[in-house]
């Protein structure tokens, strides 16, 4: 018993002893040398270990290596792929002692980890030998020659890798990209190469702080290029990103489930330095669902949902990321509502007070701030999107489809189907912001639309009732709204059927008229000179017109009004940049009633009448002068003209 304690004491005695003289006995330069050579023979590049080395054994096995520097690949931007302030590894005696070499625990001290590809699209990370063309077995495609092979019977067993501190660099020569990750916090899994590596932990972007998750299923296939499984999480205050699919075609393509959410675009696109300004109820809460792919540059999302503020939206989208930006999209809107997204419209100047007689009303001052439209030439886009509906401001439309073509700064959207305020329609926008003044056409054809609530929507313009169509080619060029209203040139028709113009009833203004003319002179003051009345209205069975525009004053002289009492005719201007109209009428009571039908302009009895004034306070007189002048020979007595000259100007 005493001679196996005492040998139990001799064995503890001599473990002691090699604890204290390990260090003595293994020269810390002969394992630097040896750890150097075997990575050089592995990867075929430099490991430089300049600083201070250091080796303990108690409790476990402990290496220390300071200043440790991988080389690049001879193509890289720097000369070195990794440098790092400190590197510790530690190894468990037990592993020692059973023949089963085994790191158990890397630490890692500010490294700085260089990523890149060169111009002829070779990656730095490929580190072993590509196999060659002789040995690639029978069939294999040529998409997989030259696929990095891992030495026979290779294997990494690094136990947990911890990272603090340093950052990571990707470069891409060939796109002239470069992206950054810093203020490491990591801990890496790497039981095998030929087991699951994990990796969680945080990261630093652009002064964000992300928390991460990211799983591979076989690093030596990720290696290899051979198809392989990945997951990745995203933790953010602005932003979650959650990704489950696999790498596939020697790493050319990745595919599978992609969810991306946030509470905020607004604090998003502000992270991004990109001006967004928005109402307090536009973009904030965003979320995209969808299967997707990258290859070849392509970004394409083959079914996906995305929801933003109270908008929900599914189809499917592709964007090219190669020289430039292209997008392309087939989406359903479902019901979209705009106003939340639109600026504030224009606001009516303020009416000055003033005690001088007849001042006219303060017109609608149009903005001449100028507009940038310059992220029409940031990329390309081919959408074609539908809505179940669609709100604009007052504007509300059933369903549509618009195609939407935007070509180096150059944008075309068409109105492939249109249904709205009873009726339907086609159209095109098209806008040139290639080059200063921007130029904007639009041709649109409108039929069976019911006009009060369409035009009280689109311009508060409620004074026409009734159905039909509205047909319009018009230009304009500029940088601001006053400019696009002050250019604005091109033609605009209308054709309305059993309606009514609201304001006036022109037929009993005639009839006063005529009886001030056979010397009846009680309705004066109630109907010669009425301003705009909203109980009042002139029935039609027909209104037709036109207008020419040019530098935004758009001119008719074919307007026809039929009913089966009166008949009028039109011309005039409507001068859009100072908000001004100045149309005379000329309205007669027809002799026979004839229908509905009847376009008969032949009158008994002709008043012209005038519209006149801003478009905000339009007031309505008979033009007496004109009438008197006509019928003066048989009815018109010298005073009766004397009387009237001053009030209208005859």
Do not use: C
Not at 22 to 30: D, F, H, K, N, S
Not at 149 to 158: E, K, R, T, V, Y
Not at 220 to 247: M, T, Y
């Amino acid at each position: 018993m005493k001679a196996i304690v005492k040998g139990v004491i001799g064995v503890v005695v001599l473990i002691v002893a090699l604890l204290i003289l390990a260090p003595l006995l293994i020269p810390t330069e002969t394992i630097v040398s040896q750890i150097t050579s075997q990575v050089e023979k592995t990867t075929g590049r430099t490991l430089t270990i300049s600083g201070d080395s250091e080796l303990s054994v108690f409790p476990e096995l402990n290496i220390t290596l300071n200043q440790v520097e991988f080389a690049n690949m001879p193509t890289g931007s720097q000369p070195n792929m990794l440098t790092m302030e400190q590197l510790a590894v530690h190894i468990p005696w037990l592993s020692l002692l059973s023949g089963e070499f085994k790191l158990e625990r890397f630490v890692i001290n500010n490294p700085q980890v260089l990523l890149e590809v060169d111009t002829k699209g070779q990656p730095n990370w490929q580190l072993f030998p590509t196999a060659p063309e002789a040995d690639k077995p029978p069939g294999e495609s040529e998409q997989q020659s030259g696929a990095t092979q891992l030495p026979a019977g290779f294997d990494i067993s690094l136990g947990e890798v911890a990272i603090y501190g340093g950052s990571v660099t990707y470069k891409d020569a060939q796109t002239n990209t470069e992206k950054k990750v810093n203020d490491l916090d990591l801990s890496v899994m790497l039981p095998s190469l030929y087991q699951p590596l994990t990796i969680h932990g945080a990261i630093s972007y652009h002064a964000q702080r992300f928390e991460l998750e990211l799983a591979v299923d076989d690093p030596a296939k990720a290696i290899q290029s051979e198809d392989f499984k990945f997951s990745k999480k995203l933790r953010n205050e602005l932003v979650n990103l959650d990704f489950n699919g696999e790498i596939v075609e020697q790493a050319k393509r990745f595919k599978g489930e992609l969810m991306v959410s946030g509470d905020s675009v607004k604090a998003l696109t502000t992270w991004q330095s990109i001006s967004l300004d928005a109402k307090d109820n536009a973009f904030n809460q965003f979320k995209i669902n969808g299967a997707m792919q990258f290859a070849d540059s392509v970004f394409t999302l083959s079914r996906f949902s995305a929801e933003l503020d109270a908008l929900k939206i599914e189809g499917s989208a592709s964007v090219h990321l190669k020289e430039r930006m292209s997008v392309s999209a087939d989406v359903d809107l479902g019901m979209l509502d705009l106003n939340p997204y639109l600026p504030e419209p224009v606001k009516v100047a303020e009416e000055v007070p003033t005690e001088q007689e007849n001042t006219p009303a303060q017109p609608i001052v149009w903005d001449d701030t100028e507009i940038d439209l310059s992220a029409l030439n940031q990329l390309d886009a081919n959408l074609k999107v539908r809505s179940t509906g669609l709100k604009a401001r007052k504007i509300t439309l059933g369903e549509n489809q618009l195609s939407v073509q935007l070509d180096q700064g150059k944008a075309r959207i068409s109105l492939d189907k249109f249904k709205a305020y009873e009726g339907s329609g086609r159209g095109a926008i098209a806008v040139n912001a290639a080059t200063k003044p921007y130029v904007i056409e639009t041709n649109f054809a409108l039929k069976a639309i019911n006009a009060e609530p369409l035009l009280t929507d689109a311009v508060d313009f409620d004074k026409v009732l009734g159905k039909g169509s509205i047909n319009w080619n018009l230009t304009t060029l500029g940088v601001s709204q006053k400019q696009f209203v002050s250019q604005l040139g091109g033609k605009l028709a209308f054709e309305f059927k059993d309606g009514g113009v609201k304001g006036v009833n022109l037929a009993e203004m005639v009839r006063k008229g005529q009886e001030m003319l056979k010397g009846n002179f009680s309705g004066l003051s109630e109907g010669i000179n009425a301003d705009f009345d909203p109980e009042q209205k002139t029935d039609f069975s027909a209104l037709t017109g036109s207008f020419s525009f040019n530098q935004g004053v758009g001119k008719n002289n074919d307007l026809l009004l039929a009913s089966p009492l009166i008949r009028v005719t039109g011309s005039g201007t409507v001068d859009l940049p100072k908000t001004f109209v100045d149309y005379r009428l000329v309205t007669g009571i027809v002799d026979t009633i004839e229908g509905q039908s009847s376009h008969d302009t032949s009158t008994g009895f002709k008043v012209p009448a005038r519209i006149k004034g801003p478009f905000h306070q339009v007031e309505t007189s008979l033009d007496f002068s004109s009438a008197a002048k006509d019928k003066a020979k048989d009815t018109i007595k010298d005073k009766l003209k004397d009387k009237f000259k001053g009030l209208f100007g005859g």
